[in-house]
């Protein structure tokens, strides 16, 4: 079975800051990841995923995460935040060929003026 | 064109009252899902179809019951709601490993 730990419950952080996003998965198995956000009263939106090949994986808006095998983590950056990034993110894992998503608890965005 | 919509965005009803939600995607994706989000932001996969199969149940009461009249579609259908059913129920579908999202259904059971 897989799981995700999101270390973090709420990060506040300055507007034009850098970010990270701490995301620790446990899996027997290879898998994919994912971030997801959640803006308020809203759905949720693939920000990125890593299926294989390269590490370092872009998504949109300008965020970024690296799959790190040894170390089981998949940390979300964003070099600059904006206040339209005000969120909450949910860091993601399923088993290969496995239609299950696990999500982790969610890590709330605050971004300070 | 909306992947994957949701009727009724909000629902307010009483306790006991059976009440039914609706998923739609026209993605052409063979598989869908409902979760529910609680108080506290957590997600939790509920229920999952293949084709209009059910391959995942997980532990949710059988008050809850999905109904897939064929593969774009996924309604959930809930009987004799209780309190602790409030929620934001989301259908999502998927193809190729990640998920599409509905906008969700926030239900408040009064």
């Known amino acids: 079975a897989q799981s995700v730990t999101q270390l973090d419950s709420q990060v506040p952080v300055f507007e034009e800051a850098p970010v990270e996003l701490r995301c620790n998965y446990s899996?027997?198995?290879?898998?994919?990841l994912f971030w997801y956000v959640q803006y308020p009263n809203q759905g949720l939106q693939l920000l990125l995923k890593y299926l294989s090949g390269s590490t370092l994986v872009k998504g949109i808006n300008g965020f970024e995460a690296e799959f790190n095998k040894s170390q089981t983590s998949f940390h979300l950056r964003k070099p600059s935040v904006h206040i339209s990034d005000t969120a909450e993110y949910f860091c993601?894992?399923?088993?290969?060929?496995?239609?299950?998503?696990?999500f982790g608890k969610g890590t709330r965005l605050h971004i300070l003026p | 064109d909306t992947a994957v919509s949701q009727t009724p965005k909000y629902l307010v009803t009483q306790m006991g009252n059976d009440k039914s939600i609706k998923c739609e995607q026209n993605l052409g994706h063979d598989t869908m899902y409902w979760y529910k989000q609680d108080s506290k932001k957590f997600l939790k996969i509920m229920f999952s179809y293949n084709n209009k199969e059910l391959i995942i149940n997980e532990t949710v009461p059988n008050r809850f019951s999905p109904k897939s009249p064929d593969k774009a579609h996924l309604n959930l259908h809930i009987n004799s709601l209780e309190l602790g059913d409030s929620a934001v129920y989301f259908c999502a579908s998927s193809q190729g490993g990640y998920q599409y999202f509905g906008p969700g259904t926030r239900l408040t059971v009064t």
């Open positions: 993601a894992v399923s088993a290969l060929r496995d239609d299950k998503i696990i």
């Open positions: 899996s027997s198995v290879s898998v994919y």
